[in-house]
Nanobody, 124 residues
């Protein structure tokens, strides 16, 4: 059974940092596209970042480029999202997703495996 479990969300002041973790089981992250999405209240789920080890593709949404960094620890089969210089507009539930042979990495419809989400709130 494939599972991806997020952790690391919380409340942070504007300009602060958080690191989200996505622990995967039932799959090897190097063989999949691993992605982070977020969904704010009343908004559609949007792609934040992804990486695909097999072909080296890394994706960042324009809104997070230069502030967020995706990385992984193969020994722990875990993907991370380091979020710096956080803004109130980053407030959302953040989800980890995994998929095999993903072409359009920012499309949430194509990912079969999802975590339960972790809340990130950026507020003074």
């Amino acid at each position: 059974e494939v599972q991806v479990v997020e952790s690391g969300g919380g409340l942070v002041q504007p300009g602060g940092s958080l690191r989200l973790s996505c622990a995967a089981s039932g799959l090897i992250i190097d063989a999949y596209t691993m992605a982070w999405f977020r969904q704010a209240p009343g908004k559609e789920r949007e792609g934040v970042s992804s990486f695909t080890r097999s072909d080296g593709r890394i994706y960042y949404a324009d809104s997070v480029k230069g502030r967020f960094t995706i990385s992984s620890d193969n020994a722990k089969n875990t993907v991370y999202l380091q979020m710096n210089t956080l803004e109130p507009g980053d407030t959302a539930v953040y989800y980890c997703a995994a998929g095999y042979f993903i072409a359009k990495v920012s499309d949430p419809q194509v990912y079969p495996y999802w975590g339960q989400g972790t809340q990130v709130t950026v507020s003074a």
